[in-house]
């Protein structure tokens, strides 16, 4: 069960910190990181993964203790490139298990009278499926390797972190959409837990890019910004 009064550590155990708020589970996923950590600590195992265990309780509390965070001043002590690494571990997760497990799922929802419904709704989702993986490529492609130029201090492109803010949108907001339409006039009468499954995964993935696009655009493109000016 969530607990916000918990504040994670180094220290504490692995087992303990996904005990406290179990929608960890889903940073583990993202960051490759294996199960069956038995009693190690946070940071034995983000050792063990190559990660910097700050910037794990950083990515953990944000999930689970934002309300009680400085999310600003606690990012500024930290390293940019483990976070270019989560996003990019981030957008794999979503192209390469969860879309295709959500499509998977739709598909097994409808009824034989709803099958007009059946291609709208997995029409809708395949053309949210390839904006999504343009908008994680073109990051993947072109982003990522301007802003790791800049952290080795080889960028010779003329390229501006600019450019990408200002084509940057929220790629979560027609999963919103979606949601509405499978509660609004999908029946579930074939598999209401199959549909209470895809609902719950939907909200799940909404927050999930909530986040994912908070760091973005809130952290990460004024981090690059002042690199880019000298600052850093």
Do not use: W
């Not at 583990?28 to 063990?48: H, I, N, W």
């Not at 309780?57 to 990012?75: R, T």
């Amino acid at each position: 069960m969530s607990n916000i009064t918990v504040k994670y550590s180094k220290a504490m155990k692995m087992s303990d910190l996904i005990d406290a708020d179990y929608k960890l589970l889903l940073l583990l996923t993202r960051l490759k990181f294996s199960l069956g950590f038995g009693d190690k600590s946070v940071e034995a195992v983000c050792e063990q993964y190559n990660f910097d265990p700050r910037c794990f309780l950083f990515l953990a509390n944000i999930q689970s203790n934002k309300p009680i965070m400085d999310v600003q001043e606690e990012f500024d002590k930290l390293p940019l490139e483990p976070f270019l690494y989560y996003l990019k571990c981030s957008h794999e997760y979503f192209l390469e298990s969860r879309l295709p497990n959500i499509r998977r799922k739709l598909k097994l929802i409808f009824s034989e009278e709803e099958s007009s419904l059946e291609k709208l709704v997995l029409d809708f989702f395949d053309n949210y499926k390839k904006e999504v993986y343009e908008h994680m490529k073109y990051e993947d492609n072109t982003v990522f390797p301007y802003v790791q130029s800049l952290m080795n201090k080889s960028n010779e492109d003329k390229y501006s972190i600019n450019i990408f803010e200002e084509r940057h949108n929220n790629i979560e907001e027609k999963i919103a959409d979606l949601k509405r339409i499978l509660l609004k006039y999908v029946s579930g009468v074939k598999d209401q837990a199959l549909m209470t499954n895809i609902l719950l995964e939907l909200y799940m993935s909404e927050e999930e890019l909530e986040a994912h696009t908070f760091i973005e655009d809130s952290l990460v493109i004024p981090r690059v910004k002042n690199i880019e000016k000298g600052l850093l």
